[in-house]
C-alpha cells in the first residue's frame, strides 16, 4: 500500500486494512503526513489530525497531483484459478490496464465461475491501485461464453489498424518478432489475449486469429498464467 | 509441471507429485507418451509401459532435445516474506536466469531468515524447471551480510564492460532510457538487484552504485517485487 485510496470528501479512514497499515507499516503517528488519493480523483498528501485503532482523521488535504497515465490495453484473460486471479487482477491494475475482459475458455474449469473471489474483485483492484500509487480503477467485465464473445464482440475491440496478439506457447511467430515489426509503425498491440493454466486450445487460438488476433510464443519456455501477464506487459514500460 | 524431471538413468517416476500430475492433470494411461527431462541432461519423451498410484514406469526413453539457454543474467535478490520468495524463485527459474544471489537488506525482517521455506529452494527451483520445460537448475547462493558481501564479493561478479542495474522506484533514470542506451551497444545488464517488499533503503541503493549499478525506476507505478521481477526479466525475451 504506498498509496491510501479514500472516496470523494473523505477525511477519515475507518478501512481496517488501511488503518492496520497506518500503525503497523507506515508507524505513523500525529501530525506525519501520508501519501493519499481520491478514489478516480488525484493524488497528494494528507497530515494525520487525530488517530486511534477505530479511525483516523486527516487534515490539510492537498490532492495536487494527476494519477498515471492508464496504458491504451485491452486484456482478455481466460478465467484462471481464482487464487490465481486475485494476483493477476493486481497486477494488471497495477501495471495499468485500461479494461479487462475475463472469459470463459476450455480449460478454465467450471467450478472457477462459482468462486466468492469473483464477488471481490473490485477489492482486488483497490489492492493494485493502493500498490501503485494509482486511483482509477480498470473496467471490468466477464463473458461466460466464448465463442459469442469472441464472433461477436471481439472484433469491436479494434478499430482500423488497431493489433491484437493472443499468447501461445506454440505459436510460430515470436513475440520479439512481432513486436519488433510493430515497432517500425511505432505501435503497441491494443488487445492481448491470455490463456489459463494449460493455455487456450487450438480451436481458441484459431478462433481469435480469425477474428484478428496474431498468435505469438514467448520461445521454448512455458512460463505460467502470472509470470506471463507481467513480462508481456513489461514491453509496454519501455516500448 | 510442462516436462517432468527425472534423476540421471531413471526410469521409474516414484515422486508423490510427478505421479499426481500424470493421473489427474495428464489423465494419461499405459502406452502414453510423455514429456520428460534428466536432470541437467536433455528434454525428450519417454512411454508409459505400466502405472499405479505408488510408481509410473517408463520405456522408449528418446532424450534428443537440449534444453533452452540459460540468459547471461545474476539476480540479486533481498529476502523477501518466505511465500514470495518461493514463487520469485519458481518464476526466476522458469525465466532462465543463471545465478540468484539471496541477500540481506535493511527490509528483509529477520524472522524471515528462520523460515523453513529457505530449505525448500530445491523443490522451488524443480517447479520452476518443469513448468518451463527446463533441465538445468540455476546457482543460489544466500549472502546474510549485505554490506560485507556488496564491497567485498559484488565487484567480482562484473567483468569489464558489465554492467549492472538497481531497480529503485525513486532512481531518476528510467529503465527504457538505460536500456535503450545498453541496446546500442546491443549488451544487456549482467547483474539486476531487486529489493523485497518496501525497496532498498536509500544507503543500500547508494552502496550498490558505489559498486558499479546504476539506479532505474520503472516509472510511476510502484509495483509489487514479484511483478518487477517478471517486467524487468521479460526484456530479455524481446532484446
Known sequence: MNCILLPKNTTTIRDELQIKHIYEVLKAKVG??????EIGGNIGKATIAKMDRGEVVLTDVVLDKKPPAKLDLIV??????????????????????????????????????????????DEFVFEGLQQAVDTVPPVIEFQKRFKPFVEDEFPALLTEGDDA??????????????LDALKTQ??????????????WIAYEVDLLCKHGCTAVSLGDRILRTETVVSVLLGAWLVQ
Chains 1, 2 share one sequence.
Open 165 to 178: 496478439v493472443v499468447a501461445h506457447p506454440y505459436a510460430e511467430r515470436s513475440w520479439k518478432g512481432y
Open 186 to 199: 511505432q505501435k503497441m498491440p491494443k488487445v492481448l489475449c491470455i490463456g489459463a493454466e494449460g493455455g
Open 76 to 121: 482478455l484473460l481466460a478465467l484462471p484459478r481464482p487464487k490465481v486471479l486475485r494476483r493477476l487482477i493486481m497486477d494488471m491494475t497495477s501495471l495499468g490496464v485500461n479494461r479487462i475482459i475475463i472469459v470463459n475458455s476450455y480449460r478454465t474449469q467450471k467450478s472457477y465461475w462459482q468462486s466468492p473471489l469473483l464477488e471481490r474483485i
Open 32 to 37: 506525519d503526513r501520508l501519501t493519499v488519493g
